[in-house]
């Protein structure tokens, strides 16, 4: 229905309600005029008269009262979907689907899921997990995180934090196999990597060299297309890995894993929340993305300092530098 045509419609069954025109076209912040005109405009649609006018008074006609009893429900109906729809948005209640990467979302967002729970009970959460860079209509998210700027033009994009890549490796191992000092080194080392889901293909390590970030094949003992596995196998003392600072950053903080060539840690995508208009959105999703940004900009838990990281190292098996 085009929406003259409803605005027409409206402006019938008002008329109807409070008798007069005029009060039908104040209800609805329209002119006389355009509210006659409305009027004028159904009758021409419909091919009938819907009122007996004259000068000082109006009556429905019969056509015009079968009319009105055919339309008053559904219009009723649909200004109640109006108002409920328009409710949602100040509600802190409903629905909230979230995306975001498997590889980093999960060591992400569990304590501030639990602390918005807390605060707003009557949200149920909707997560997925999926590295692939997803359609916002398609996955019908309300909020998604990524690494890198926003996927879709029209989506607002908020930096969080840097995303360090660490390459790591267990105290046993370091005992096991030695330490290595350069990229090159890695050649004679046990190295894990991430194999891509979607296409199968093996994930270069993404190493900086001086001011610039590059990939570095390497020819990997083990593979995994999941990051909690391959983080176990590290911790395990059978494997080097690079892994994401959110994971990693603890475990180096307890000292049960050891960070390696840190002149090579890249560190040049930051996560990002993004959404669509804000203006729009529902009120529960406004108030997820202010408690993101809050909580989440520059957080010390995911990023460790480089002080932190040079005496993670000399503490290590050796003293590695």
Known sequence: MAINELRSIMTFVKAVELGSLSKAAEAQEISPQAASKALRQLEAYLGVRLFHRTTRSMSLTEEGQRFLEAAQPSLAGLQQALRAVRQTKTDVAGPLRIVGPRSVLPSVIGPLLDEYLRLYPEVQPDLQ?????????????????????????????????????????????????????????????????????????????????????????????????????????????????????????????????????????????????????????????????????????????????????LRACSHSPGGLR
């Not at 560190?267 to 989440?296: C, K, Q, T, W």
């Open 129 to 309: 997990f999926d590295d692939r860079i997803g359609n916002w209509v398609e996955d019908r998210a309300d909020i998604g995180f990524r690494l890198g700027q926003s996927p879709q033009e029209g989506l607002i994009a908020r930096p969080l934090f840097p995303l360090q890549l660490i390459i790591c490796a267990a105290p046993s191992y370091l005992r096991k196999y030695g330490t290595p000092h350069s990229l090159y080194d890695l050649t004679s080392h046990r190295c894990s990597a991430f194999r891509r889901a979607n296409d199968g293909r093996v994930v270069p390590w993404h190493v900086k060299i001086g001011e610039a970030v590059q990939d570095h094949p390497i020819n990997p003992s083990f593979c995994t297309n999941d990051e909690v596995f391959e983080l176990r196998t590290v911790l395990a003392g059978e494997v080097i890995g690079q892994l994401a600072a959110p994971s990693a950053a603890p475990l180096i903080r307890a000292g049960r894993l050891v960070p390696l060539l840190l002149e090579h840690m890249a560190d040049n995508l930051s996560l990002h929340i993004y959404y669509g208009s804000r203006s729009a959105m529902p009120e529960r999703a406004r108030r997820f993305i202010d408690l993101a940004v809050e909580r989440l900009s520059n957080d010390s838990d995911f990023v460790m300092r480089p002080e932190e990281l």
